[in-house]
């Protein structure tokens, strides 16, 4: 046991130092002024020079750093979205944008980190950008102050760039207060954390594995929860399909609220 704990610590220490590796990566490809665009399968699944060199970069140096991803030969598996958030990227709206690195043991997300590679970037010109928030659940998450949304509102945030009928009917039903369409999950979940949101909805199959793994850390190590839709845990074994195809529902309080919200019809049209 002490030997997977030291292992995962080793790792979670690779993790931090090549996100904000990748941090930087996003930074200089904006700078320098060419992004590379291309689109995937529509015109809002981008992807970018960016997204390209930093996946190179921190894939690379965990394979050097962590050839065999296994611990007392159970499985533990590294997912990785290097630029969450390209179309917002794209489009000059950077405090969306986060590089995402979870790790999963047997199934279970257990560590995460999250680098915001332009925190800060509206402080003006001498600012210092970027910071790296990470967590392991039993240990704690750190790199940020810890807020509450203010209590009895119901503040939503969602996508900014995938709705649909089916995503705004399921947060209509949330009665909110106040919707904030941004981009990113891991900009969605840090915005559960700091007190700007009380839930993330997204009932939408848009969502995948390593858009998620390393932000349900984070939630989960400070009392939060992450489910899809219909309340069920998320998996991260390597064998699972890497679309969250049940959509995605976060909380930092209250989960159940929302939970008992969701209506019939979205759960039905969204099958886990």
């Given at each position: 046991?002490?030997?997977?704990?030291t292992?995962?610590?080793?790792?979670?220490?690779?993790?931090?130092?090549?996100?904000?590796?990748?941090?930087?990566?996003?930074?200089?490809v904006?700078?320098?002024?060419?992004?590379?665009?291309?689109?995937?399968?529509?015109p809002?699944?981008?992807?970018?020079?960016?997204?390209?060199?930093?996946?190179?970069s921190?894939?690379?140096?965990?394979?050097r750093?962590?050839?065999?991803?296994?611990?007392?030969?159970?499985?533990?598996?590294?997912?990785?979205?290097?630029?969450?958030?390209?179309?917002?990227?794209?489009?000059?709206?950077?405090?969306?944008?986060?590089?995402?690195?979870?790790?999963?043991?047997?199934?279970?997300?257990?560590?995460?980190?999250?680098?915001?590679?332009?925190?800060?970037?509206?402080?003006g010109?001498?600012?210092?950008?970027?910071?790296?928030i990470?967590?392991?659940?039993?240990?704690?998450?750190?790199?940020?102050?810890?807020?509450?949304?203010?209590?009895?509102?119901?503040?939503?945030?969602?996508?900014?760039?995938?709705?649909?009928?089916?995503?705004?009917?399921?947060?209509?039903?949330m009665?909110?207060?106040?919707?904030?369409?941004?981009?990113?999950?891991?900009?969605?979940i840090?915005?559960?954390?700091?007190?700007?949101?009380?839930?993330y909805?997204?009932?939408?199959?848009?969502?995948?594995k390593?858009?998620?793994?390393?932000?349900?850390?984070?939630?989960?190590?400070?009392?939060?929860?992450?489910?899809?839709?219909?309340?069920?845990?998320?998996?991260?074994?390597?064998?699972?399909?890497?679309?969250?195809?049940?959509?995605?529902?976060?909380?930092?309080?209250?989960?159940?609220?929302?939970?008992?919200?969701?209506?019939?019809?979205?759960?039905?049209?969204l099958?886990?």
């Amino acid at each position: 046991m002490a030997s997977s704990h030291t292992v995962l610590m080793r790792l979670v220490a690779s993790a931090y130092s090549v996100a904000q590796k990748a941090g930087t990566i996003i930074r200089r490809v904006l700078a320098e002024g060419d992004l590379g665009i291309v689109e995937k399968t529509c015109p809002t699944d981008l992807q970018t020079k960016a997204d390209r060199l930093a996946q190179m970069s921190v894939c690379s140096s965990l394979a050097r750093k962590f050839p065999k991803l296994t611990i007392i030969g159970e499985e533990l598996v590294v997912w990785v979205d290097p630029l969450d958030g390209t179309k917002e990227y794209t489009e000059g709206l950077l405090d969306n944008v986060t590089v995402l690195i979870g790790i999963a043991y047997e199934g279970r997300a257990i560590a995460g980190v999250i680098n915001q590679p332009y925190y800060n970037y509206q402080a003006g010109p001498d600012a210092v950008l970027g910071r790296t928030i990470w967590g392991v659940l039993g240990l704690g998450a750190f790199g940020f102050q810890l807020k509450e949304a203010p209590a009895g509102k119901h503040i939503i945030t969602t996508t900014r760039s995938h709705g649909s009928k089916l995503v705004m009917d399921c947060v209509a039903a949330m009665n909110p207060d106040d919707v904030l369409r941004v981009g990113g999950a891991g900009n969605k979940i840090i915005q559960l954390i700091e007190g700007k949101a009380s839930a993330y909805v997204f009932a939408s199959p848009g969502c995948k594995k390593w858009d998620t793994c390393a932000p349900e850390v984070i939630l989960h190590a400070v009392g939060g929860k992450l489910t899809d839709i219909h309340g069920n845990a998320l998996q991260y074994n390597k064998e699972v399909k890497h679309m969250n195809s049940a959509g995605v529902l976060a909380t930092l309080r209250n989960h159940n609220y929302y939970a008992s919200r969701v209506p019939e019809s979205v759960k039905s049209a969204l099958v886990p």
